[in-house]
């Protein structure tokens, strides 16, 4: 054979076609965004080019006759303790580019999941469970500032009224949001199947930074739009259409990093609806240059509030970071009316590999944490706290609400929903499931009517879990769970990541 | 009458149909048996065209006035009472008037058998009286055919 470098020889997958099995209706070609995978005529015979497959197994799911299997290489760099694979692969590949690696989705590294290290606690004898299927049980929770106190005013008739002017809500029947994917690094057909999910199951979803495609108006009342460094997209308009006004400060896969659209994926719709010429690069600054402080942000909260008339709550998003809890406190003294933090799964369309794989902290410590601080202080009733970033599972939502969250964001797992097999090539704009491409041919794989249909089953049978799992806990109401750590018990901390959490020990 | 409607919006080419198409017709009623030792490679009636991005599955309308119908010699091509146009392969002389007939190009010729016949989508007709769906309909992992009555059809109805 011709001489191959390292890293095209150590190729990370092997295209297993079982030659009796296949058909030859090319299927696999025309499906593979890869090119990994051709005919030749002459031989009436499919090839391989086993370097090009990334593994997203596109080929192998809509293989009509189950002749194609997507196998790890066996054959790959020698490792050891220190020198894993990957980080092999990496060098051989640094070494031919001299750039940086940049990739897609969330952090894959084995970093400790306080998730799976926290059990929840369930009602036996002294304290009864609750049957959802028999007795109400709501999920219903509402994002916004809540007053002090409640004033009421009796009229001479002995009419009671509300005197208090309450600050906007967002009523959301169930604590789980569609998290920000900005149309460009994902296609309208998955904004619109999350926009029309959100609909159906009474949540909101999220334009994320690329503005808001004419299109989901009709949406946009349960809709989230976002203000970011680039103010792509922000106009009258926009900000008038949504339920409430998002200004995005930093992002979990890329704390300290701006957003960047290559030019040759702003066609004219994402050029129109981001409000840039076609074609044109779309950066988002890491910084909003006009933010250096917690005046600077409320300069632009209020801003924004003015703009809506003190009409939508103002949310603030940032990355989990250490110092997270301080921040947190600034932008609720700020005027925020919600809180977002992104933990450092959280995933991404595209992003250097170093900034994803060790950038950031885990969701559950800065919720644990932030949640803490803002009752310290006495102010968190001022502002709600999402949490986004490694939401993997319905457990994850009760978790994260006892750890101090009102509601949660998805995103990694929508997309799972409608197909994702995680090869993190995102950033190549090839997604062969049709998720995170603009591509024509490849966006059309996802049609909205199929794709929203599956994201509201995941929600909704992510809801019925979270009623089952407050029944066991003898709670009837998920507002009465948030914060309420006591539920939780931890296995296999130590002290210290007790102490973070807030958590007690199993068996004590 | 209901008849398989094609989205091209999302038709993505993955030749499921084809396959399908094949099985169904096939006396094994298996992908690869059908394929490999009946000989039914390249007969099918749901023929994936691709002009990327566009991508659709063409197949017989089965016309109110069917023009295959009209060029048909030998009598093989029957309109049947629920409105499918029907081609009886046994009686087909092989002339290829359908073949060329058909503004759509939906009755191909078949070259490679022994029997040198014309053949088209009968709408899966057997599967039908079993309640089924055609098969294409069924294998279409993106919704781009719809077994369903045409939207004039639909509109004539509510007139
Ligand atoms: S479709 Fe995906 S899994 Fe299949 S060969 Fe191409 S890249 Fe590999
Ligand atoms: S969204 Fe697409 S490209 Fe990204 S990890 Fe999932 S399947 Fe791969």
């Not at chain 1, 970071?321 to 947190?328: C, E, F, S, T």
Request: aromatic share 6%.
């Amino acid at each position: 054979m011709l001489y191959k470098k390292p890293q095209i020889q150590y190729y990370p997958y092997i295209v297993q076609r079982d030659d009796y099995k296949c058909v030859r209706c090319l299927g696999c070609v025309e499906q593979c965004s890869y090119d990994a995978t051709f005919y030749d005529e002459e031989l009436d015979v499919i090839w391989n080019k086993h370097e090009a497959c990334v593994g997203c197994k596109r080929c192998e799911a809509m293989c009509p006759t189950d002749a194609i299997k997507i196998v790890p290489n066996p054959s790959r760099p020698i490792e050891h303790a220190s020198w894993k694979w990957d980080l092999v692969m990496d060098a051989y590949l640094q070494a031919n580019t001299g750039g940086i690696i940049i990739t897609g989705i969330g952090n894959d590294k084995p970093y400790r999941i306080y998730f799976d290290h926290l059990v929840i606690d369930a009602c036996q004898v002294t304290n009864p469970s609750i049957d959802p299927l028999r007795e109400p049980m709501e999920l219903r929770t509402f994002l916004g500032k809540k007053g002090e106190k409640i004033e009421l005013t009796e009229s001479e008739s002995g009419k009671i009224a509300l005197k208090t002017r309450l600050a906007p809500q967002l009523e959301l029947e169930t604590p789980i949001m569609f998290s920000a994917m900005s149309y460009g690094s994902i296609n309208l057909n998955f904004q619109e199947s999350m926009a029309r999910a959100a609909v159906e199951l009474g949540t909101y979803w999220n334009t994320g930074e690329g503005g808001l495609h004419k299109k989901l108006y009709p949406y946009a009342g349960r809709g989230i739009v976002q203000v970011a460094s680039g103010r792509f997209g922000v106009s009258r308009d926009y900000l008038k259409a949504a339920a409430a006004v998002e200004i995005k400060i930093g992002q979990g896969a890329k704390p300290g990093i701006g957003g960047h659209l290559p030019g040759e994926k702003v066609n004219a719709e994402i050029a129109e609806t981001r409000m840039i010429p076609p074609g044109s690069d779309a950066i988002s600054p890491a910084p909003h240059h006009d933010i250096y402080s917690i005046e600077d942000l409320k300069q632009l909260v209020y801003a924004i509030k003015e703009a809506t008339r003190y009409e939508k709550p103002v949310f603030v998003k940032i990355a989990a970071v250490h110092n997270v809890a301080a921040i947190a406190s600034g932008i609720a003294r700020a005027g925020a009316d919600v809180i977002v933090v992104d933990g450092f799964r959280g995933g991404t369309g595209a992003t250097p590999k170093s900034v994803r794989d060790h950038v950031g902290i885990p969701i559950e410590v800065a919720i644990a944490a932030v949640d803490r601080r803002l009752r310290q202080e006495g102010i968190r009733n001022e502002v709600s706290i999402v949490a986004t970033g490694g939401i993997r599972s319905s457990a994850d939502v009760i978790k994260i609400i006892a750890l101090g969250a009102d509601a949660a964001y998805i995103a990694t797992v929508a997309m799972l929903a409608i197909g994702c097999t995680l090869c993190q090539t995102c950033n190549t704009g090839r997604c062969a499931w049709g998720i995170t491409t603009n591509d024509p041919r490849l966006a059309r794989r996802q049609n909205p009517d199929i794709a929203s249909e599956q994201l509201y089953n995941l929600v909704r049978g992510w809801s019925h879990e979270m009623k089952e799992m407050l029944g066991a806990m003898g709670i009837n109401s998920i507002e009465s769970l948030k914060g309420n750590r006591l539920r939780l018990r931890s296995i296999g901390l130590t002290e210290k990541e007790n102490e973070i959490l807030g958590v007690l020990p199993a068996g004590e | 009458m209901k008849k398989v409607i094609i989205i091209e919006d999302y038709c993505i080419a993955c030749y499921n149909c084809e396959v399908a198409c094949v099985a169904t017709h096939s006396r094994s009623q298996d992908p690869v048996k059908s394929y490999k030792r009946e000989g039914l490679r390249g007969k099918t009636n749901a023929v994936v065209e691709v002009e990327s991005p566009l991508a659709f599955s063409s197949m017989c309308r089965h016309c109110k006035h069917p023009w295959c119908m009209d060029a048909c010699i030998s009598g093989a091509i029957q309109r049947l009472d629920n409105g499918i146009v029907y081609l009886d392969e046994e009686r087909c002389v092989g002339c290829w008037g359908c073949v060329v007939g058909c503004p759509y190009g939906a009755a191909h010729p078949n070259l490679a058998g022994k029997d040198k016949h014309a053949f088209k989508c009968d709408l899966c007709i057997k599967r039908l009286d079993a309640g089924l769906n055609p098969a294409c309909v069924e294998a279409c992992p993106n919704n781009a055919l719809l077994y369903d009555e045409t939207i004039e059809e639909r509109e004539e109805v509510h007139k």
